[in-house]
């Protein structure tokens, strides 16, 4: 059973949510933490997310785009988590938390933005072994779920270690825009290359000497330049020269 600070915080958010704005006691981040970066093939994974505000559709949106299945768990939701059910591309099961087993997810986010769920959903995470995102309070959680965009090919996360993710989804934008539009046509370039590399190059120490090679200060000027023609010249200079010596 719940307390009556349950109820009330539950209250307080809907509250929040069906104004279209963010309780400003939503998110705790009193406690410093640091998390080891790594990258998750998310595609088939169960996802639950508990909670249906404006936090949980970010959550959920991030987990459609890389192929999660993904439940959501709220007895209300915003108007675009609903949306998203009828297109049937989440389950909603429209009730509270009740503690019931969660070891079949992968994955659990909590943005509910009550303190007793996500330290039971934590607990839950030691015995059973999931990834847990506390969303509402980062502290718990195993992992985080970092601002992220792809340019071109390549992927780029920010991460406060749950301190701001407003902070986060700032850095986020602003490195959007100073990624230059030639790194993705580059970067294609360079995979084409590297099996070639590999058959001209016969040794691990003579391929990283390569690569230190090829990724200088001028290379990558003229990357920024969109003189990729001649970027790419420079770097089969140096296969022939790296593959003779090798």
Partial sequence: MYN?????????????MNQGKRD??????????????????AAGLRALVIGGGH????????????GADV????????????ALSEAKKVHWEKHLFRGDDLSSYGLIVTACGVREVAEAVQQASKESHFLYNAADFPSLGNCSLPA??????????VSTNGRSPAMAR????????KIPEGFGLWLDRVGKMRVEMK???????????????VFTEDIMHLVMQGKLDEAEECVRHAVGRFGAES
């Fill in 4 to 16: 009556l600070k349950y109820w009330y915080l539950v209250i307080r958010h809907h509250f929040f």
């Fill in 24 to 41: 400003p006691e939503f998110i705790d981040h009193s406690e410093e933490i640091f998390l080891y970066p790594v990258n998750l093939k």
């Fill in 55 to 66: 936090v949980a559709l970010r959550k959920v949106k991030k987990l459609i785009a890389e």
């Fill in 71 to 82: 439940t959501i768990l709220a007895p209300e939701v915003v108007s675009d988590i609903e």
């Fill in 148 to 157: 992220a965009f792809d340019a071109g090919g390549i992927q780029i996360t």
């Fill in 170 to 177: 700032y850095m986020k934008e602003w490195l959007s825009l």
């Fill in 199 to 213: 058959e001209r190059i016969s040794t691990s120490e003579a391929r990283e000497a390569f690569w230190r090679a």
